[in-house]
């Protein structure tokens, strides 16, 4: 009997001064993982770089201090796998974190709002009752917000050659959330052919985008074959509404780009594991450690599982609490990712080491 391959599985990746994503697995990861990532003001604070509008729409610029933040983790933290896609001297990865999180919504006219010290922001502009019943996906050909991505990926693709990263395409929640406000909560109440008609406009755009942002990215060498949605806001939803409204449409996209990864920040994913179970093709799943792990375990065999370890607990819990936790995750949920990510400035640099250090001690463990 012939079986079919699985998906490649994805893993935890955050760029330099980047709000996390995901990339494939390269398949022989340790049984604990720790991906670390900074926030924007953890570099802004130590190396001075500016993460405003320049930042965002100049990819020389943005060259020039992935650059310095890179030199700035090797001082601190040597050859730990940090940035991982990111060498000092020579970046490949020029594309992730253009336009944080923001760029669907950027895409329907939606301002984007920099700061120098933080990931830009969506404007609180709202569509309109009226706007959303009659919402069409934009055209991408006459759209000057994809039009300016574009040009950045052909002057990576000029420097570089190949044209490393990936856009930040958030969820269809998310994203709708960015359009509507809110009023996308009451839509779904009392209106649910309007929030229908949102969703799938933006899960319309999202696919069409990515499938442009990759063939661009195939023709300077780099093939991309997956899709990861951030389900931030899931916990602002029933999983009856879940069931009915998005599952469709993270089927969608699973559909469309035969792999796909679930973020759900670090909320407990217990009301949604047996939805999440139903999308084909699942390649990466996260949640909070207040989540059943050891059902997760067996819910999600065989994609990526990871755990988002949040900043307050990185800063704030001693060391033998975070041991702790760290074998209370590797004995009911790994092997499986530990993701620290929004480290923030004031966080000490042994700390980090720490983290990374306890992960290792308990992979070897596992391995003997």
């Not at 720790?34 to 001075?48: A, D, L, M, Q, R």
């Not at 958030?170 to 996308?184: D, K, M, P, T």
């Not at 009856?240 to 973020?263: K, M, N, T």
């Amino acid at each position: 009997m012939t079986l079919e391959p699985q998906p490649v599985q994805l893993i935890s990746y955050i760029a330099l001064s980047a709000p996390a994503t995901r990339r494939p697995a390269v398949g022989n990861e340790p049984f604990l993982r720790p991906e670390i990532g900074f926030t924007p003001k953890w570099f802004h604070t130590h190396v001075e770089v500016n993460l405003g509008k320049r930042w965002h729409t100049d990819p020389a610029y943005r060259r020039d201090t992935v650059i310095t933040m890179a030199k700035e983790i090797r001082t601190r933290f040597g050859d730990q796998r940090i940035g991982a896609l990111q060498d000092p001297d020579h970046p490949q990865d020029l594309l992730t974190g253009t336009f944080g999180t923001s760029f669907v919504a950027g895409i329907y006219g939606i301002p984007c709002v920099y700061q120098c010290d933080n990931w830009p922001w969506s404007e609180h502009q709202y569509i309109s009752e009226e706007e959303a019943d009659n919402l069409e996906s934009p055209d991408l050909d006459n759209n000057s917000w994809f039009a300016e991505l574009m040009d950045q990926l052909d002057w990576i693709a000029g420097e570089n050659g190949r044209i490393e990263g990936y856009v930040n395409w958030q969820g269809v929640l998310n994203n709708a959330y960015r359009l509507r406000g809110q009023s996308l909560f009451i839509d779904m109440l009392t209106a649910p052919e309007r929030s229908r008609r949102i969703f799938d406009c933006v899960t319309c755009t999202m696919v069409e985008a990515a499938r442009r942002v990759y063939e661009r990215q195939r023709r300077s060498g780099v093939e991309r074959h997956l899709f990861t949605v951030s389900n931030c806001l899931v916990n602002m939803v029933s999983p009856d509404q879940y069931r009915e409204f998005l599952l469709p449409c993270d089927q969608w996209i699973a559909e469309s780009f035969g792999s796909i990864g679930v973020h759900n920040c670090a909320w407990n994913a217990n009301p949604y594991m047996n939805e999440y179970a139903k999308i084909a093709d699942l390649s990466y799943i996260d949640m909070g450690i207040e989540s059943d792990l050891s059902r997760a375990r067996e819910a999600f065999q065989t994609a990526r599982r990871a755990l988002m370890y949040t900043p307050i607990n990185v800063a704030e819990r001693s060391s033998e609490q975070i041991r702790s936790d760290f074998e209370k995750i590797a004995a009911e949920y790994g092997p499986c990712d530990i993701v620290f990510a929004d480290i923030e400035a004031g966080t000490p640099d042994e700390r980090v080491l720490e983290l990374i250090r306890f992960c290792d001690e308990i992979s070897q463990q596992v391995d003997q």
